[in-house]
C-alpha cells in the first residue's frame, strides 16, 4: 500500500515554463486536496476535491489549475510558473476528513 | 473563516523537559482538531486527533492534547522531550459546519530540544 505518492520529488522550472505536479492515491479516497508551504506560513491550501470530477478553490489558487479525472489522480498545474510559485507543494487525501487527511511527502519547487 | 493561532513559531525546551505547544481556534462551533508533525525534509504525519467524545487525546510518541471548548483550545503536551522531538509541529482544524472537509493549517512551531 503506497499511499499518496507524490512526483516529482525536485523540480526547477524558469520562469514562465509550465509544468504538472503529480499526485496518485491507492486508498480510494474521495477527498484530495493540494497545499503549499511556505517559511512562517504554515501550509495553505490551493485547490480540493470531493470526488472525481468535482474541484473547487482553496485560499491561493491563483497561477495553479487542477482536474480530477479519476479517484486516484489529481494533478497540479502550473500554466506559467512564476518565482512566486517557489515553494514546497503537498498532497493529501482522505476518505473522511474529520479523521485527518494523508500526506504525500511532497515536491520542492524552484521557479528561476 | 474559521482561523488556527500557533503562539510561539520556535520553542525550545531541554532534554526530559515538559513540552507544551499552544494552538487556539477562532469558531464558535468546536471544529474537528488535529496536530500534526513535520521532521525535517518530510512529510506531514499526524499525531493525534480530536473529533468528538473525550476531551483528552492521546496520540503517537508519547503526545497529548486537551480540548478545551472554553478557551477555545487544543494544546499539545508531552511531558518529558526527547531529542527525536525536534520537528515542525502544525495545529490544523476541519470545520465541523459548512466547508467541513477543508483542513486549515496554523503557521506552525518549531521545536528545538536542547540536551
Known amino acids: 500500500n503506497a499511499g499518496v505518492t507524490q512526483t516529482p520529488k525536485f523540480q526547477v522550472l524558469k520562469t514562465g515554463q509550465s509544468m504538472t505536479l503529480q499526485c496518485a492515491q491507492d486508498?480510494?479516497?474521495?477527498?484530495m486536496s493540494w497545499y503549499r508551504q511556505d517559511p512562517g506560513m504554515g501550509l495553505r491550501l490551493i485547490h480540493y476535491?470531493?470526488?472525481?470530477?468535482?474541484?473547487d478553490q482553496g485560499e491561493v489558487p491563483n497561477g495553479y489549475n487542477v482536474s480530477r479525472s479519476t479517484t486516484e489522480d489529481f494533478p497540479l498545474r502550473l500554466l506559467s510558473a512564476a518565482p512566486s510559485q517557489t515553494s514546497v507543494y503537498f498532497c493529501?487525501?482522505?476518505?473522511?476528513?474529520?479523521?485527518?487527511?494523508?500526506f504525500g511527502s511532497g515536491t520542492r519547487l524552484t521557479v528561476v | 473563516a474559521q482561523s488556527v493561532t500557533q503562539l510561539g513559531s520556535h520553542v525550545s525546551v531541554s532534554e526530559g523537559a515538559l513540552v507544551l505547544l499552544r494552538c487556539n481556534y477562532s469558531?464558535?462551533?468546536?471544529?474537528?482538531l488535529f496536530w500534526y508533525v513535520q521532521y525535517p525534509n518530510q512529510g506531514l504525519q499526524l499525531l493525534l486527533k480530536?473529533?468528538?467524545?473525550?476531551?483528552l487525546v492521546k496520540g503517537i510518541n508519547g503526545f497529548e492534547a486537551e480540548f478545551k471548548k472554553s478557551e477555545t483550545s487544543f494544546h499539545l503536551t508531552k511531558p518529558s522531550a526527547h531529542m527525536s522531538d525536534a520537528a515542525e509541529y502544525f495545529c490544523?482544524?476541519?470545520?465541523?459546519?459548512?466547508?467541513?472537509?477543508?483542513?486549515?493549517f496554523g503557521t506552525g512551531t518549531l521545536l528545538a530540544v536542547q540536551p
Open positions: 490544523a482544524v476541519i470545520p465541523s459546519s459548512g466547508a467541513t472537509n477543508k483542513l486549515i
Open positions: 493529501a487525501s482522505s476518505n473522511s476528513p474529520g479523521y485527518g487527511y494523508t
Open positions: 486508498m480510494n479516497h474521495e477527498y
Open positions: 469558531s464558535s462551533v468546536p471544529p474537528y
Open positions: 480530536y473529533t468528538t467524545g473525550a476531551t
Open positions: 476535491s470531493v470526488g472525481a470530477g468535482i474541484t
